[in-house]
């Protein structure tokens, strides 16, 4: 069992008389990938403006490394050191004259010397692919172009736990490729990832635990497989089985995949599994196979 790397126990806020989360309890272990899934309302952005100090909560408590969070200037800086935050709304965190100060504020805030400050710029500049809007304003960006500059800023500060609101939304195919890429170098140098969303898809292809987040409260938490494969219970919680699992169950209960195939996480997978069921189709049909190529089984 990995230790807690950051915990939630019996959270609570409000926002006036509306409930944000409500006696809501998670534990995030060290280097997995965690996604919280959960529908407009349920809760989402409340909790991670928890996990990095933002919000104090009414009752219970955040946990850093089993250490209970101060709120204080020295127990806040402590916090979002260690856990960066990359809001949903780009315009929230955006607030620097150009992209490259933007970006450099956090590593130069934190006191790291400029020669480190410029190198970490760079590299996060480049793992978003925007090196070149480094001199542009930041209100003088497209939404995605934002998108990837607030997501630099954080990692440029180089977290150990790193939590994204939303991250794949408004991002272009290429855009999302290279964050998924990005967030697979920084997962194998061993951060921890959290990522917030209602891409049921994304969840179930790229994390190692799902929590399902219903009402401000988690109800489910565990292997993506177990969490997201009953459509009943999801519907409850205003989400869908994702498609791949739903295909692969329907291609299952009709007899063309076998009953104990392991389940496909990803479009490719779900692809590969079907291609290898025509190739057994192939197999045992020759006859049909030179029909269907126009080749006969002797020339
Ligand atoms: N600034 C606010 N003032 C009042 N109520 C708010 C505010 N922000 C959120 N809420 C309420 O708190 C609850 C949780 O909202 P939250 O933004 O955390 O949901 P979410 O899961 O992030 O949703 P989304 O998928 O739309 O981003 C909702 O009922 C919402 O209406
Ligand atoms: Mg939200």
Not at 18 to 44: D, M, P, T
Not at 104 to 121: C, D, K, M, Q, Y
Not at 162 to 182: T, V
Not at 197 to 221: F, Q
Request: some cysteine; charged content about 25%.
């Amino acid at each position: 069992m990995t230790r807690a790397v950051l915990s939630a126990r019996e959270l609570t806020f409000r926002y006036g008389d509306v409930a944000g989360i409500a006696g809501l309890s998670l534990e995030i272990s060290e280097g997995r990938r965690l996604a919280i899934v959960g529908a407009n309302g349920a809760g989402k952005t409340t909790l991670l403006l928890h996990l990095n100090g933002t919000n104090r909560p009414a009752s219970g408590t955040v946990l850093l490394r089993d250490e209970p969070v101060t709120y204080d200037r020295a127990g806040l800086t402590a916090l979002r050191t260690a856990v960066g935050l990359v809001f949903q709304n780009p315009d929230d965190q955006l607030f620097a004259g150009t992209v490259y100060q933007d970006v450099s504020f956090g590593p130069l805030n934190i006191g790291l010397a400029e020669g480190v400050v410029r190198e970490r710029v760079e590299e996060a500049l480049e793992a978003l692919e925007i090196s070149h809007l480094r001199d542009r304003p930041t209100h003088m960006l497209s939404y995605g172009q934002k998108k990837r500059a607030a997501i630099a800023g954080a990692v440029a500060m180089g977290p150990d736990v790193l939590i994204l609101d939303e991250p794949m939304a408004g991002l272009d195919p290429s855009g999302f490729w290279h964050l998924m890429g990005l967030l697979t170098r920084l997962h194998e140098a061993g951060a921890t990832l959290v990522v917030a969303t209602h891409d049921m898809s994304l969840a179930y292809e790229w994390a190692d635990e799902v929590a399902v987040l219903r009402d401000g409260a988690i109800v489910a938490h565990g292997d993506p497989q177990d969490v997201m494969h009953d459509p009943a219970e999801l519907a409850h919680s205003g989400l869908r089985v994702p498609w791949v699992a739903d295909v692969a169950q329907t291609l299952r209960d009709c007899g063309v995949l076998p009953p104990d195939v392991p389940s496909p996480r990803t479009r490719d997978e779900l692809k590969e599994l079907i291609a290898a069921r025509c190739r057994v189709g192939e197999d045992a049909r020759p006859d049909q196979r030179s029909r269907a190529t126009g080749l006969s089984e002797l020339g």
